[in-house]
């Protein structure tokens, strides 16, 4: 209760009061002057393009054509791309697509296996490096987790074995 009272007689006092005002007075900005600059903001984009056209060609410079923005949402990655088509459209509409030579069609969905494959192999290396850190036992993981390795195990065998096919 002392640093209570004692809180309240400051407040109470005449040097308190007075800087409580002076501090409500006090101004951020100070005594700054308005913008020096005349006609510094245009009133829309026309009228800022025809001032800059101006000053552009006083100054013997030459005005680049505007160019048109998209307003696009940013571009999916072309693997997400592949794997929506593969999704979506059946094996027999893909071979008949013709807006791609089946070179091409092969070629880009092997890129598109290594985009994968690099994209799986990170994943892998951080679980493996986070298990290795954090001493975690084979035992602590669900029995689910090891049928899913297992299982993981057997695809990368079968993909392995076409991958083989492919090449050769």
């Known amino acids: 209760m002392r640093v209570e009272n004692f809180i309240k007689k400051l407040k109470e006092s ?5 800087f409580a005002e002076e501090l409500q007075e006090a101004s951020v900005t100070g005594n700054v002057a308005g913008y020096d600059t005349p006609n510094a903001f245009a009133a829309s984009e026309k009228e800022f393009e025809d001032r800059v056209e101006d000053s552009i060609e006083t100054y013997g410079y030459t005005m680049v054509p505007k160019q048109k923005r998209k307003h696009s949402i940013a571009k999916e990655s072309t693997y997400k791309q592949a794997m929506s088509a593969l999704t979506e459209v059946s094996y027999k509409s893909y071979k008949t ?6 070179n091409q069609k092969i070629n880009s969905s092997i890129k598109e296996i290594n985009r994968a494959i690099y994209e799986i192999e990170r994943v892998v290396n ?3 490096k986070l298990k290795t850190e954090m001493n975690v036992d084979q035992r602590s993981l669900w029995g689910s987790s090891h049928n899913r390795l297992r299982k ?7 993909i392995s074995k076409k991958i083989n096919e492919l090449g050769a």
């Not at 697509?97 to 089946?102: A, I, V, Y």
């Not at 993981?152 to 079968?158: F, H, K, T, Y």
């Open 14 to 18: 005449e040097s308190y009061r007075k």
């Open 97 to 102: 697509d013709e807006t791609k030579s089946t």
């Open 126 to 128: 951080h679980a493996s």
């Open 152 to 158: 993981i195990g057997e695809r990368l065998n079968r």
